[in-house]
């Protein structure tokens, strides 16, 4: 069983920057796959992006193209933590801010994208961007 709790979502301007995290509870954390999505008022659930052991010493990331060169996904296995750093954000950035873990694409190529490949969520965090 995997915990998650996000933190780090609030109130900002366009153009301003918020780091999320999400702390993880799990012995085997550094092999997960961890995602970020979000949900924006009426809205679907939409994948923003994820973190993935690379098999080796190193992770592979993806990134919903609307938040490329924005968003930054990072992890400190240390802390069981994981991270969305999101730059020069925007009014439609707005959403709650979900942070999901895996452990079926551990040994795969796979990028899981959607929130059914994911069998751990967390509260969610909202991050509001104003004009």
């Known amino acids: 069983q995997v915990q998650l709790v996000e933190s780090g979502g609030g109130l900002v301007q366009a153009g301003d920057s918020l780091r999320l995290s999400c702390a993880a509870s799990?012995?085997?954390?550094?092999?997960?796959?961890m995602g970020w999505f979000r949900r924006a008022p009426g809205k679907e659930r939409e994948f923003v992006g994820l973190i993935r052991w690379s098999g080796s010493s190193t992770y592979y990331t993806y990134y919903l193209d609307s938040v490329k060169g924005r968003f930054t996904i990072s992890r400190d296995n240390a802390k069981n933590t994981v991270y969305l750093q999101m730059n020069n954000l925007k009014p439609g950035d707005t959403a709650v801010y979900y942070c999901a873990a895996t452990s079926r694409y551990s040994f795969s190529a796979s990028y899981p994208t959607g929130p059914s490949e994911y069998d751990y969520w967390g509260q969610g965090t909202q991050v509001t961007v104003s004009s």
């Open positions: 799990g012995r085997t954390f550094s092999r997960y796959a």
